[in-house]
């Protein structure tokens, strides 16, 4: 791959809006796909019911008649009964929506292909035995399968996404929001979210994924080159730290460690003490893989770190201390440009240096 060709790509991957959203908490429940079906069916129920403590009042129902085209029905929200799992000639609709002026009847499909008999769902909305009655397949993709559109049409059943009923949702919620409860506000962006990145047609995401297959063989190419890069990079930081460990164990008369090939270092000390020890590796730079070579002095453990502290900082009161993950890093120096002489020089600086306040 040219640089030229490179560039190009990365700038335009600069230009496509990328979408960093924080991973819902149901999408981190991970339930089992029947068991969350049923999950979303009782939140759908929880959120449907205008006089539940979330106070979103008829946000959901207003939304899904004004998606559905029905306006014109009116409906007093104090009648307004939420049915879960209506018994249709022992089978279950997941959803009925009751009310005097209209009833809705919803089959919630989340993952599983639609082999519901929505015939005997027909049935029993039949026998309410109201004028409006509306009889929804909400999903979370487009049902595009003609024997199941055939099954959808046949039984006079209406067909919406979770993306077209959320959109409506979403543009009328501004009204609702002022006297929302907060906690069931947060909780159902959570729900939105949960199920919105489960469409893999995610109209978010629809820039992005058109970038990718669109320079899917050029990108491919670019990250090859690239981890071959690294591992040239990583090949000749070893190299070095393998001939420094060689200089530094004869200078100390002591056996370093290099931790995986490219982190020089030592910590047999007084073994009657709390553990301390070097730890050096180098860093590329612009222009060259052994750019710089950066020294820590280290403990493996906060507690560790105690004994030792007044004295190394009292000699380095203006060195940056690092306390991270149970781990204590000094940084001490950063030496430029393959300096071997002066690395070898800081390294049995501070070995002596550890070796005395040891003793």
């Known amino acids: ?20 959203i924080d991973t819902p908490f149901l999408e981190l429940c991970s339930y089992p796909k029947r068991r ?7 939140i759908l129920c929880f959120y449907f019911n205008p006089r539940k403590e979330h106070r979103l009042k008829d946000l959901f129902i207003s939304s899904l008649l004004e998606l559905l085209g029905k306006t014109d ?30 009833i809705i009847g919803i089959e919630n499909k989340i993952t599983a292909s639609l082999y519901n008999p929505l015939d005997s769902y027909k049935k029993r909305l039949q026998e309410y035995n109201i004028e409006n009655t509306i009889k929804l397949v909400l999903s979370v993709e487009k049902i595009t399968k003609k ?13 919406i996404t979770y993306s077209e009923f959320f959109e409506t949702l979403k543009r009328n919620i501004g009204g609702y929001i ?11 962006y959570d729900f939105i979210q949960t199920l919105e990145n489960m469409n893999p047609l995610n109209p978010a995401d629809k820039k992005l994924s058109e970038f990718f297959f669109d320079n899917s063989s ?17 090949r000749i930081q070893r190299d070095k730290i393998s001939e420094l460990k060689e200089q530094i164990s004869i200078k100390t008369d002591k056996e370093w460690w290099a931790w995986q090939g490219w982190d020089l270092g030592f910590d047999s000390f007084n073994k009657d003490k709390p553990r301390i020890g070097i730890e050096s590796s180098f860093k590329n730079t612009r222009t060259n893989a052994l750019g710089e070579f950066r020294i820590y002095i280290t403990t493996w453990n906060l507690k560790d770190w105690v004994p030792y502290e007044k004295t190394l900082m009292q000699k380095f009161p ?7 993950n149970n781990r204590v ?14 690395i070898l020089e800081k390294l049995y600086e501070y070995f002596n240096l550890l070796v005395k306040i040891t003793e």
Do not use: W
Request: charged share 30%; proline share 2%; aromatic share 8%.
């Open 1 to 20: 791959m040219n640089i030229e060709l490179a560039l190009k790509l990365l700038n335009d991957f600069k230009k496509v809006p990328k979408n960093n």
């Open 36 to 42: 969350f079906e049923e999950i979303c069916s009782r």
């Open 218 to 234: 050029q990108i491919d190419e670019l990250i090859l080159v690239h981890e071959n890069y690294k591992e040239r990079i990583r």
């Open 318 to 324: 203006n060195n940056f201390l690092d306390k991270v």
């Open 178 to 188: 002022s006297t929302s409860n907060q906690k069931y506000l947060i909780q159902l």
């Open 73 to 102: 029905i009116s409906y007093q929200e104090e009648q307004i009964k939420i049915i879960t799992e209506d018994n249709a000639d022992g089978k279950r609709i997941d959803l009925v929506i009751y009310s005097p002026d209209f």
């Open 147 to 159: 024997e199941e559109c055939d099954l959808i049409k046949n039984n006079g059943f209406i067909a």
């Open 329 to 342: 890093y000094l940084h001490m120096d950063v030496i430029l440009d393959q300096n071997d002489d002066l």
